[in-house]
């Protein structure tokens, strides 16, 4: 089982519509988590953190199911601009140093 | 501020060749790292430091190496390159990663090729 799994999509909407990604972890001592976009061809960039009680950004809202190993990412209105690649990023603390684990992302693309 | 910046952009290699990818950070971060991001793999990690003069492996540390004399700089060394290696290679830094909430920003990436 891989430690992070996303579902891979494509998920092709349209703009205005509300799209949900789900992501699942194995490890149940991870205790930080992130949703990181990536465009085309770029670098990957944090896009949030997410907490245990949610947590929202404008039209973004990430949330933690910590019983579950599942963390979500609600986008609310959507973008032509929001197409791109959502990855799922676990953090399990170790010593000193933290264990990032990402997961293979979802593509998401948003249509006229 | 540059922030993480990476060079070259693109490589070609043949089997057998070695060369070292650059990143260097401005920000005075202390933990710097590796990655590959492959097809449906995600991104995985190759080597990573949390300090000058300090280095560790990660997942997928086989055929490259690092060092870290300054806290700006961290070269990856791939030491004959095979075509397994054909990859997308991120740098990213962060202040630290003791703190869980710590960002990492990466650099804008290097596309190998290893015919």
């Not at chain 2, 060079?7 to 710097?32: I, R, W």
């Amino acid at each position: 089982r891989k430690e992070v799994e996303q579902d891979p999509g494509p998920f092709n909407v349209p703009e205005g519509a509300t799209v949900a990604f789900n992501c699942t972890y194995s490890n149940s001592a991870s205790q930080s988590f992130f949703w990181y976009r990536q465009d085309c061809r770029k670098e990957p960039k944090l896009l949030m953190s997410v907490y245990s009680s949610g947590n929202e950004d404008g039209r973004f809202t990430a949330q933690l199911n910590r019983a579950s190993q599942y963390i979500s990412l609600l986008i609310r209105d959507s973008k032509l601009s929001d197409s791109a690649t959502y990855l799922c990023v676990v953090n399990l603390l170790s010593g000193t140093a933290s264990k990032l684990t990402f997961g293979t992302g979802t593509r998401l693309q948003v249509t006229l | 501020n540059a922030g993480v910046t990476q060079t070259p952009k693109f490589q070609v290699l043949k089997t057998g060749q070695s060369m070292t990818l650059q990143c260097a950070q401005d920000m005075n971060h202390e933990y710097m790292s590796w990655y590959r991001q492959d097809p449906g793999m995600g991104l995985r990690l190759i080597h990573y430091s949390v300090g000058a003069g300090i280095t560790d492996q990660g997942e997928v540390p086989n055929g490259y190496n690092v060092s870290r004399s300054t806290t700006e700089d961290f070269p990856l060394r791939l030491l004959s390159a095979a075509p397994s290696q054909t990859s997308v290679y991120f740098c990213a830094s962060s202040y630290t990663l003791a703190e869980l909430t710590d960002t990492q920003y990466f650099g804008p990436g290097t596309r190998l090729t290893v015919l």
